[in-house]
């Protein structure tokens, strides 16, 4: 096996440049347009064949092996957040209210590297290679609108990759677990109504300010007595808006979250007790609630003898990492859409340095990583999709 690590170290410059030019031109999602031109452009400079505007934004490139065989579909994440950089980088977000904060301009970069390796082996693949660079990861539905724009065919793809550089581990940490390894996510809105007055005379009033506050502290009690302590799920409130005034109780108080889970099975069983709560604490206060839940992604699952072959690759490769094939994340990934149709393996590469304060956590003002990782995560990718085609 070729030693696909030092050609990433070799190339280490090339992927570090383009990382800190996309982290200092971040684009929020289907609005990708000066990245997805970048690697339109680097794609093409290489030789393979290319589509654009694929699910709006989204980026194709085909690279075809000496012979046939299996086809693998490689997959990077594109898109920046409506966040302000607070980070002090030569390299920070020159976008106002926009910014990299959770790595997806590495995985750009990563995706770009990798490209230029695999290219480099031409003559070595038995198969097809199908590079995915995905607009719109951040909750907008980007992988939905490339499957629907025919990702998943012409070629189909038989295996699919992905990666993540990942601040809640540190460098020298791999993750390559198989099973559900992300949650499914559902984001819910709430409104309920009362009747607003002074508040002076609250009992004149239905103040929907203390149906929410009730709403909120029986939410959290779905987890600990409704779900088994040997399973996961989540239900955090994010959002509490109502009132604007310290003397005058509001008529309307809005909620908004999210609910993470597993199996199917919790999932039911968390949005059963969800809609039971808010519906009767807003009757035994004589309010009134709507409430909307929306899927936004399924759970990630690795595939068991995919896994087990990229495990294989970091145990031989990597043996000197701290190589974890058990944790997984409440956090979610709507690869999963594209690993529902097609088995894949989706890995995390430690990428948080605390010496280097490059440990702010993800979707934080002050993310930052170690870009020492990304020729790990390139030599990986490279090396888990050359084993994989030419098993």
Known sequence: MSNYFDEANELFDYTCTLRRDIHKHPEIGFNEFRTANIVAKELTKIGLEIKTGVGKTGVVGILEGYSTGPVVLLRFDMDALPIQEETIAEYASINNGVMHACGHDGHVAVGLTVARILNQHRNEIRGTIKMIFQPAEEGLGGAEHMIADGILSTPKPDIALALHVWNEKPVGWIGIVPGPVMAAADTFDIKITGKGGHGAVPNLCNDPILAASQVVNLLQGI?????????????????????????????????????????????????????????????????????????????LVNHPEITKQVQQVATTLLSNFQLDFSTITMGSEDMAFIMQEIPGCYFFVGSANKEKKLDASHHHPKFDFDEGILPTAVGLMVASTMKLLNN
């Open 223 to 299: 987890v600990a007595r409704n779900v088994s302590p040997l399973k996961s799920a989540v239900v955090t409130v994010a959002s509490i808006r109502g009132g604007d005034a310290f003397n005058v109780i509001p008529a309307e108080v809005n909620l908004k979250g999210t609910i993470r889970t597993f199996e199917p099975e919790i999932r039911d069983t968390v949005i059963k007790r969800f809609h039971q709560i808010v519906k009767n604490v807003s009757v035994a206060l004589e309010c009134t609630s709507t409430i909307s839940i929306k899927p936004i992604t399924p759970t």
